[in-house]
């Protein structure tokens, strides 16, 4: 097996294996070979996890954030160097092509790790004066943190959390997606390479259940989930037994609205962006495409001579733009959805079926005269399937794009200045764009509104998700008591 580990978890620095544990096989998605066998968490491989997070999480936080950051920043560094080695594991994994994985998979995990480790050293409270006495607060950390992965960016989505968490002084057991089980296992090795005490980051296999189990246990202090909206509800709800912070990462049905006035070259490129990268699998793809009725024919015919260029294949080939579904079940969910999408009366533009073959490969689809009401303009579908859908007014527009339930991202394509703020101020999304789709930089807080999530990944407002403030009365003069 060509990506099997030395074993299922890396737990105080070392590699553990209980093989009592469920197996879980990881399947290459471009051919369905089984690249590696893993074991799911026992409960004595949890209880080992847990209890290493919290007797190396005390040692680290009383590290000065200079010190923390120094670790961080060399993981980052040697990130950098095996990014080619770390792709080819990202595409075997997850079945993304190279031309993506090498650009955007460890290369974002890296700069997290360096963004964070950069800002270790500069987490402080404040000095509160009241007179004569006075207020400091304390910035700390909370303990011990639980992050739990997707499978569409298993290394970026590893460290997004694992980096943010570490630079606060906290110590984290992340729980890949039982999809995608390997690369989380690297980022753990090469933290302890970069100088990590060992314990600080140990990563468990499992499916739901070995989540759930980490979610209520009493030595966890934090959650941080990234996954679809109905197990966040189920994560957040088990997190408030036990009073637990919680950040919650979820699924969106994001709009993208393209007035007449857009270039509609940036526009389709944005909704190809926003729909067909990583085979569509992105949690803040535009996928409701509302273009206003002047520029629609032109968009359409131009999205379809685009999207028919796109070349599918092997994923080890650089040269190949679109990969597989990451799993046969997420092929054939999405499959679904298109023939809803046929069947409710939308008039299908380009693709349409899956690939003949071996691997999980659909087609690129996009789908014109889709009304509110159709499944495949209320569900997130989570593949390549774009949704046009017609507008008139800004008004209209506007309305329609806030009618869902979820709220993660939103991107407005128009040459008017004032209506792209006007618009994007009235959008019901926590990330939004103007002129642009999908970017995620680390310097940018990410993460949604509504049914999207709680709480905000990247930037210095993760901080505040990753420690707590302790206040701190300090009384300089005798006590004013009336007893
Ligand atoms: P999923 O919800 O099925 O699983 C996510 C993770 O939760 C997996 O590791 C799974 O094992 C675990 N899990 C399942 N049930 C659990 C439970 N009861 N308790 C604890 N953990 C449990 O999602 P998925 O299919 O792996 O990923 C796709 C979804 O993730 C999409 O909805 C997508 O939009 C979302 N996503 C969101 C973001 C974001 O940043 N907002 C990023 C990527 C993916």
New binding site residues.
């Given amino acids: 097996m060509r990506a099997q580990p030395k074993a299922s978890h890396f737990i105080n620095g070392e590699y553990v294996e209980d093989t009592a544990g469920k197996v879980i096989e990881c399947v290459y998605p471009a051919t369905g070979e089984v690249i590696a066998k893993l074991h799911s968490a026992t409960p004595a491989i949890i209880g080992q996890a847990l209890n290493a997070a919290r007797d190396a999480q005390k040692a680290w936080a009383k590290l000065s954030g200079t010190e923390r950051g120094r670790v961080l920043r060399r993981a980052a560094d040697i990130i950098r160097e095996r990014n080619r080695a770390l792709s080819e594991l990202e595409t075997l994994d997850t079945g993304k092509p190279m031309q993506e994985t090498l650009y955007v998979d460890a290369t974002s995990g890296a700069d997290a790790l360096e963004y964070f480790g950069g800002l270790a050293g500069s987490l402080t409270g404040e000095h509160i004066q009241l007179g004569d006495d006075w207020v400091y607060t304390k910035r700390i950390p909370l303990g011990v943190c639980v992050g739990?992965?997707?499978?569409?960016?298993p290394t970026q989505?590893a460290c997004w959390k694992g980096a943010p968490a570490l630079a606060c002084g906290n110590a984290m057991v992340f729980?890949?997606?039982?999809?995608t089980p390997l690369c989380a296992l690297k980022v753990a090795e090469i933290l302890i390479e970069a100088g990590a005490p060992a314990g600080i980051y140990n990563v468990v296999q499992?499916?739901?259940?070995?989540?759930?189990a980490?979610?209520t246990d009493p030595r966890v202090d934090k959650v941080s989930?990234?996954?679809?909206?109905?197990?966040?509800r189920?994560?957040y709800a088990?997190a408030a037994e036990g009073m637990k912070h919680v950040t919650m990462?979820?699924?969106?049905k994001s709009p993208l609205i393209i007035f007449d006035d857009a270039d509609v070259e940036n526009a389709v490129g944005g909704a190809m962006l926003g729909n067909m990268y990583s085979t569509g699998?992105?949690?803040?793809n535009g996928t409701r495409v509302f273009v206003q009725k002047g520029i629609k024919d032109k968009f359409l015919k131009r999205f379809a001579e685009r999207a028919e260029q796109i070349k599918l294949g092997d994923p080890l080939d650089e040269e190949t733009q679109m990969g597989p579904m990451v799993s046969k079940n997420q092929r054939d969910i999405v499959l679904g959805f298109i023939e809803k999408g046929k069947s409710e009366g939308a008039t299908l533009i380009t693709g349409g079926n899956a690939v003949d073959g071996d691997g999980y490969y659909i087609q690129p689809t996009a789908f014109s005269d889709v009304t509110d009401d159709m499944t495949i303009a209320r569900e997130?579908i989570?593949g390549p399937v774009m949704s046009v859908l017609e507008f008139d007014t800004e008004e209209e527009v506007i309305k329609r794009a806030n009618d869902t339930d979820l709220g993660?991202a939103a991107g407005v394509f128009t040459n008017d200045i004032t209506r792209a703020h006007r618009v994007i101020d009235q959008l019901e999304a926590g990330t939004c764009y103007i002129n642009t789709y999908n970017d995620a930089p680390v310097e940018a807080p990410?993460?949604?509104v509504k049914m999207?999530?709680v709480g905000r990944?990247n930037s210095k407002e993760a901080i505040n998700h990753y420690s707590q403030m302790k206040t701190v009365y300090v009384k300089m003069g005798p006590v004013d008591s009336p007893y």
């Fill in positions: 739990i992965g997707a499978w569409n960016y989505i729980k890949p997606s039982e999809t499992g499916y739901g259940d070995v989540g759930a980490l979610v989930l990234t996954g679809s909206a109905p197990t966040g189920k994560v088990a990462e979820l699924g969106g699998q992105v949690c803040s997130e989570f993660l990410f993460g949604g999207s999530g990944e």
